[in-house]
Nanobody, 123 residues
Framework: QVQLVESGGDLVQAGGSLRLSCAAS????????MGWFRRAPGKEREFVAA????????PYADSVKGRFTISRDNAKKTVYLQMNSLKPEDTAVYYC????????????????WGQGTQVTVSS
């Protein structure tokens, strides 16, 4: 298992930017595909973005495509989510998650989760 800690959440105005970080500890980080998910108040958890072990596969949810960028630094055992042009509907708790091997958009396939970081976008 790998332990995950998110950071970088904040209150920001619409149109602004934030960068979330997810620091991993434990077993070899480069063995894991990583994902970002979010849960808005009163809504189901939803997929945001994912990145493969090498970083060459990066699927995104349609709602964030072109605004968010996922990246990773295997030497630092950290995955990032750069969020630009933020909208009030991006307000949510953001979670990072890890799974071995292949990238997927399905939350159920991730076995390790962080505790989340709050992102609030004001209009």
């Amino acid at each position: 298992q790998v332990q995950l800690v998110e950071s970088g959440g904040d209150l920001v105005q619409a149109g602004g930017s934030l960068r979330l970080s997810c620091a991993a500890s434990g077993r070899t980080f480069s063995n894991y595909a990583m994902g970002w998910f979010r849960r808005a108040p009163g809504k189901e958890r939803e997929f945001v973005a994912a990145i493969s072990q090498s970083g060459d596969d990066t699927p995104y949810a349609d709602s964030v495509k072109g605004r968010f960028t996922i990246s990773r630094d295997n030497a630092k055992k950290t995955v990032y989510l750069q969020m630009n042009s933020l909208k009030p509907e991006d307000t949510a708790v953001y979670y990072c998650a890890a799974k071995l091997l292949l990238t997927t958009t399905q939350a159920i396939r991730y076995h390790s989760w962080g505790q989340g970081t709050q992102v609030t976008v004001s209009s």
